[in-house]
């Protein structure tokens, strides 16, 4: 039978172990994040909305009617004519007439010619190994998952002349990093860095 000095340490060691696998299986202690569309659930949704656009017919707003656009979408650069003319022409061995039908309406309209850039994401970055191997920075593994889109509408006088699009339907990427030294490892360069 233990003596009574022993029995506190004893107990204070099983509460230890008990409290380390405990914490070690907590997966939802872990950080997470996620980047959402406002308008879009899928790669497949975005990609339909844009494919709706009928060059030379549909007006701005079928575009606004789809939730496309500034208004809607918060990471659409708006294109100046002079940013039009970049992005297509720009170092490019291409002549005026080698282009399609619509991005030649717009570049001969000039100051008529408006375009948008939309860029439409759905990422959810998580932390996935386990809590006590991640805390105390021995190892860390994330995931990200989702899907990136990016549309390109060229409008001259509220007419839709060009529409194209593209992106990743899926992402799936996992990051490990593994540290020998656990929360000494960025003791080393911080200690170099102040000399």
């Given at each position: 039978?233990?003596?009574?000095s022993?029995?506190p340490r004893?107990f204070?060691r099983l509460?230890?172990?008990?409290?380390?696998?405990?914490l070690?299986?907590?997966?939802?202690?872990?950080?997470?994040?996620?980047t959402?569309s406002?308008?879009?659930?899928t790669?497949?949704?975005?990609?339909a909305?844009?494919?709706?656009?009928?060059?030379m017919?549909?007006?701005?707003?079928d575009?606004?009617a789809l939730?496309?656009g500034?208004?809607?979408?918060p990471?659409t650069i708006?294109?100046?004519?002079?940013?039009i003319?970049?992005?297509v022409?720009?170092?490019?061995?291409?002549?005026?007439?080698?282009?399609?039908?619509?991005?030649?309406r717009?570049?001969?309209?000039?100051d008529?010619?408006r375009g948008?850039?939309?860029?439409?994401?759905?990422?959810?970055?998580?932390?996935?190994g386990?809590?006590?191997?991640?805390f105390t920075?021995?190892?860390?593994?994330?995931?990200t998952?989702?899907?990136?889109?990016?549309?390109?509408?060229?409008?001259?006088?509220?007419?839709?002349v060009?529409?194209?699009w593209?992106?990743?339907p899926?992402i799936?990427?996992?990051?490990i990093?593994h540290?020998p030294?656990?929360?000494?490892?960025?003791?080393?360069?911080?200690?170099?860095?102040?000399?």
């Amino acid at each position: 039978m233990p003596k009574p000095s022993q029995l506190p340490r004893s107990f204070a060691r099983l509460a230890w172990l008990i409290a380390c696998s405990l914490l070690s299986a907590c997966a939802s202690l872990l950080p997470e994040a996620r980047t959402e569309s406002p308008s879009f659930q899928t790669f497949q949704d975005a990609r339909a909305a844009i494919e709706s656009l009928t060059p030379m017919q549909s007006h701005v707003d079928d575009v606004s009617a789809l939730k496309l656009g500034p208004t809607y979408q918060p990471n659409t650069i708006i294109l100046s004519y002079p940013d039009i003319v970049r992005r297509v022409l720009n170092g490019s061995v291409l002549t005026k007439d080698d282009l399609g039908p619509g991005i030649l309406r717009c570049i001969n309209a000039r100051d008529a010619c408006r375009g948008w850039e939309v860029n439409i994401a759905k990422i959810n970055k998580a932390r996935t190994g386990g809590f006590l191997a991640d805390f105390t920075n021995f190892r860390r593994r994330s995931e990200t998952t989702g899907w990136r889109f990016n549309a390109l509408i060229l409008l001259v006088d509220d007419t839709v002349v060009y529409r194209s699009w593209g992106g990743q339907p899926e992402i799936y990427e996992v990051d490990i990093q593994h540290n020998p030294l656990g929360p000494l490892q960025d003791i080393g360069p911080a200690a170099i860095t102040r000399r």
